[in-house]
């Protein structure tokens, strides 16, 4: 697990070394900036503003050890101080990422082993990236896509609990309550039943065969994920488009052998997702669908066009 920062070999020099479980951390995903939203009384979900979605800073936490009479603490912090942003060469990831100091969250010994924890900041996620589609032939077909893509072309799998979570009816918004004080019960305003946005947890597992496979899966996923506009999960089991907007994700486990595995979680937010929803087709008198002039298309009188 070399690590080199500004060039700089950190082992050979400081007698420090990266500890295993940081690259969960250093890989996880930004959040998304905090978006504009309307709420209308007569209606399920939200209004999304998803013209200009951004990605935000994020934080990383990056475990380290000191080994030896010799090591170093005190001069790898000191290189750390020298300008905000340093390079940060992951040999094994194959991946240089420019970081800032923010704090020291741990220094303890155990065995004469220094152990230590720095957070950094990298503020400007997909810097200097350039799109690639995702292309994988090592997953099988999944029951999720998200826009275009079956999550099987990112080499992800959908891990077991994400149609139930997804299922999963949202909290009614409460209409006009009064309960006052003089009174017994409560007088609710109960004509119609709204639903609310909903957050779901997303699991998901992705396997590489290399690295330059990974990355450019992985970095796709969040690209696509935070373009402009509201994007659309489709669930077969559900038979349903679901709009929805990213949120943020967590990293369980990076697993770098012969292949890449990570296994992470995608943080989303249902727009309005109302299961069994009643759709208006327009048809003739004997049923039969009314279809337009290209011929792939139905008329939705909720929609106008289906």
Not at 24 to 30: D, E, M, N, Q
Not at 68 to 97: C, M, P, Q, R, V
């Amino acid at each position: 697990m070399s690590l080199y920062v500004n060039g700089i070999d950190v082992f050979q020099t400081f007698g420090i070394i990266l500890s295993e479980g940081s690259y969960a951390s250093l890989i996880c995903y930004p959040p998304l900036k905090p978006i504009e939203i309307n709420v209308w009384g007569e209606e399920n979900g939200i209004e999304a503003d998803l013209s200009e979605p951004r990605i935000d800073t994020r934080q990383c936490a990056l475990n380290f050890g000191a080994i030896g009479a010799n090591a170093d603490i005190s001069g790898f912090i000191a290189i750390l101080s020298i300008g905000s942003y340093h390079d940060f060469y992951f040999s094994e990831l194959s991946k240089t990422y420019a970081l800032r100091l923010v704090s020291q969250s741990q220094n303890r010994e155990v065995d004469q082993l220094g152990i230590f924890t720095l957070v950094f900041a990298d503020d400007n996620p997909l810097s200097g990236y350039t799109y690639t589609a995702p292309s994988s032939s090592l997953a099988p077909e999944q029951m999720y896509d998200i826009d275009e893509f079956n999550l099987a072309e990112y080499g992800i799998w959908a891990l077991e609990g994400n149609e139930d979570d997804i299922k999963k009816s949202p909290a009614v918004r409460m209409n006009l309550l009064v309960n006052s004080g003089s009174s017994k019960g409560a007088t609710y305003d109960g004509v119609s039943v709204f639903f609310q946005e909903k957050d779901i947890e997303l699991r998901c597992a992705m396997r590489a065969a290399n690295l330059t496979e990974f990355w450019r899966n992985y970095q796709a996923l969040l690209y696509n994920l935070t373009k402009p506009s509201e994007r659309l999960l489709y669930v077969d089991s559900i038979c349903e488009e679901i709009p929805f907007f990213y949120k943020s994700a967590n990293v369980d486990t990076l697993i770098v052998r012969n292949e890449v595995w990570c296994v992470f979680t995608l943080s989303l937010t249902i727009i309005a997702f109302v299961l069994g929803e009643t759709e208006y087709i327009l048809a003739t008198e004997s049923g039969i669908m009314i279809i337009t002039e290209d011929g792939l298309n139905s008329i939705d009188l909720n929609k106008n066009v289906a």
